[in-house]
């Protein structure tokens, strides 16, 4: 028998390779962009068409490559970085695998043109699918700028398991805010279908004042008032940076950055301290929002646990989880006795001051009474639930003909009683500890949970809503403006048509400013921007672990806010009409989340029950 095994050749090997570094166009950027960063550059454009599927450019200012470098730079291991094993952990770039290009260039046809300083003219070089095409000389200004055409052109799989260009482009975003804010001191531009998202000058001052003012660019003046600087010097790290004050925490994940060594790390332990440090002062549900860059000698951390290389691990992780606890409880502290203290607030960012006006120290407002543990309790009356006036009180009937008719919810309700429900002989509704409805049918009794039941009553009016595109709408008196990180305003603004259609009426007002004219009937209006900001940040999660379609995320999210919830004290007409919408539903059985909205306990269930 001939002997059996083989090399790979280096096409396949690189495809391999590529499958674990280059996931989607988002994770090439990174990988380009942090080579420009190790190459020293203090300029770096990135040029995007079609979310990257087309074309991804990056043009840096850095050191450039010689021609027998840049040749060899595509070579699987080819790198500059480290030298032998030891260098491993004594890091200070980006990069160390020699990985990146060679994995780029296995998928996708690749020009990279580049140029060293002393050198009078530059290298050109083209490679489509790991293999060579062309090199030649070329005038290029001194530096690199490196072109990606038709990501996985050669990888049909991955193609097309890319996701809609408003998601994939958000993970660019990603990628690139995450390179943005690690390095303020450089400058950084993004153009998506030619036009301009960002165009971010470096900053000015020390490196605090310098992410301050990125954090401005990138995520809008507002933020210039709600930062509260940390600093913490210990001889195993340094923390630097900023946290959120409490009061503007949001409901969502997605403003929470570590950077270890200028590099963005995630780190569930770390994440832990911070959210601890803020401990009561946070309201519920709520996540802190973080910038904070920490320093540690490179030889206590491995880096290369994690391909992409957003994991680590700490040497001394419990020392390190302490110091940054107690460098955040400080901050906070220091922000709680002098709230009104502004932090070195970014003056330029300010609106200049008229000529002739006398510069006003900008201050803070706040509210002495404010706090954020009270909880809001409702009562009926004072803030209606938005159910149609009309209550028809014969949902007992609509419920027996849903056992009777084969409707969607018909195996649903047959598990969940067994004996045919007949009319009740009274109309008698009660409340049950301000969260569940009980009414009594022929057959026992029946248990509503009146927040899932509403969610579904509200889900699929929403839904219905969107899809005949009929919903009502209330006009905001004052229209509110937001604004939104670059990252999520790229999200809202693929989903517009769908937002809108529920009776949102949203306008995109350039880069990161939305405004809010009016919002789905039945809403509550003081929470529009909240509203939105938590439906965005559902959508991103549903997306990732659902798969939801855009259109039922939205409605899920919209129905869990604004139905009533546990603790409100609702009328009989309001229960009755509850009651009345639920069992006209398609799905009464289920709230959205596909939890039951109501039970019911049969009469032989009680009357065992006292061993009749
Ligand atoms: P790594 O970054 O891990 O070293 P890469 O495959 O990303 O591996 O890059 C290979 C080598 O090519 C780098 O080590 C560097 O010497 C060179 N290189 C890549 N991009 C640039 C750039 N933009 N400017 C200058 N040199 C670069
Ligand atoms: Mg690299």
């Known amino acids: 028998m001939p002997d059996i095994i083989r090399l790979l050749p280096d096409s396949v090997a690189n495809q391999i390779a590529a499958g674990e570094v280059i996931q989607r166009p988002a994770s090439a950027v990174k990988e380009l962009m942090e080579n420009s960063i190790d190459a020293g550059a203090t300029k770096i454009q990135l040029i995007v068409k079609d979310a990257g599927r087309t074309l991804l450019q990056i043009v840096d200012n850095g050191k450039g490559m010689s021609e027998t470098d840049a040749r060899i730079s595509f070579e699987r291991h080819a790198t500059s970085k480290i030298r032998n094993a030891g260098d491993l952990f004594d890091l200070h770039t980006m990069g160390f695998r020699g990985e990146a290009l060679a994995s780029i260039a296995a998928v996708a046809q690749v020009e990279m043109k580049t140029r060293r300083e002393e050198d009078s003219s530059g290298t050109e070089i083209r490679m489509e699918g790991s293999k060579f095409i062309s090199q030649e000389d070329c005038a290029v200004p001194a530096g690199t700028s490196f072109s990606v055409k038709n990501l996985f052109y050669n990888v049909p799989a991955r193609r097309n398991f890319l996701k809609s260009e408003a998601v994939e482009f958000r993970h660019i975003v990603e990628e690139f805010e995450r390179i943005a804010f690690a390095h303020p001191g450089t400058a950084f531009s993004l153009h998506h279908n030619n036009s301009e998202l960002f165009n971010l000058l470096p900053g000015h001052g020390d490196f605090r004042a310098q992410l301050r003012q990125r954090i401005v660019a990138l995520y809008g003046n507002p933020y210039n008032q709600r930062l509260v600087p940390v600093e913490e010097s210990t001889p195993i790290l340094s923390v630097s940076g900023f946290i959120g004050k409490p009061e503007f925490a949001k409901r969502s994940r997605g403003e929470q950055f570590f950077f270890l060594n200028k590099r963005f790390i995630r780190n569930s332990y770390l994440h832990h301290a911070v959210q601890s440090a803020f401990e009561q002062l946070l309201p519920k549900d709520a996540f802190a929002c973080y910038f904070l860059f920490l320093e540690v000698d490179p030889k206590s951390i491995d880096v290369n646990i994690h391909p992409t290389k957003t994991e680590v691990k700490f040497e001394d992780e419990r020392s390190v989880y302490a110091i940054l606890r107690s460098a955040v409880k400080r901050a906070l502290g220091q922000y709680n006795i002098s709230p009104t203290l502004d932090f070195e607030q970014e003056m330029s960012m300010q609106v200049p001051a008229k000529n002739n006006a006398a510069l ?74 301000e969260r569940y409805i009980l009414t009594p049918i022929r057959s026992g009794i029946l248990v509503i949970d009146q927040q899932r039941a509403h969610e579904r009553v509200l889900y699929e009016r929403f839904l219905r809503a969107m899809k ?55 809403l509550e209006e003081k929470s529009a921007a909240l509203v939105l900001e938590k439906m965005i940040g559902e959508f991103r999660e549903n997306e990732q672990e659902l798969r939801l379609h855009p259109q039922e995320s939205i409605a899920r999210s919209l129905a869990k806010q604004a139905a009533v919830k546990q603790g409100r004290i609702l009328s009989p007409e309001e229960m009755r009409a509850l009651a009345d919408e639920l069992f006209a539903c398609e799905t009464p059985a289920y709230a959205p989340d596909g939890k039951p909205a109501f039970i019911n306990f049969p009469i032989e269930e009680i009357d065992k029950r006292f061993k009749r």
């Not at 006003?360 to 803030?383: C, D, L």
């Not at 609509?398 to 047959?414: V, W």
Request: hydrophobic letters at 35%; a negative charge.
């Open 468 to 522: 005949n595109a009929n919903s009502s709408s209330q006009r905001l008196l004052f229209p509110e403006t937001m604004e939104i990180p670059a990252a999520d305003a790229v999200l809202i603004s693929g989903l517009l048509g769908e937002i809108n259609s529920c009776g949102f009426d949203v306008q995109h007002f350039g880069a990161n400013t939305f405004v809010v004219n009016g919002i789905p009937a039945g």
């Open 360 to 433: 006003v120290a900008p201050t803070i407002k706040v509210n002495p009474g404010y706090n954020p543990f009270a909880e809001q309790k409702k009562f009926s009356g004072e803030n209606p639930l938005p159910v149609p006036g009309k209550f028809s009180g014969d949902w007992q009937q609509m419920f027996d003909q849903r056992i009777a008719k084969n409707e969607p919810g018909q195996k649903i309700l047959h598990s969940e009683m067994d004996a045919p429900v007949e009319h009740p002989s009274s109309s008698q509704i009660w409340q049950l500890h």
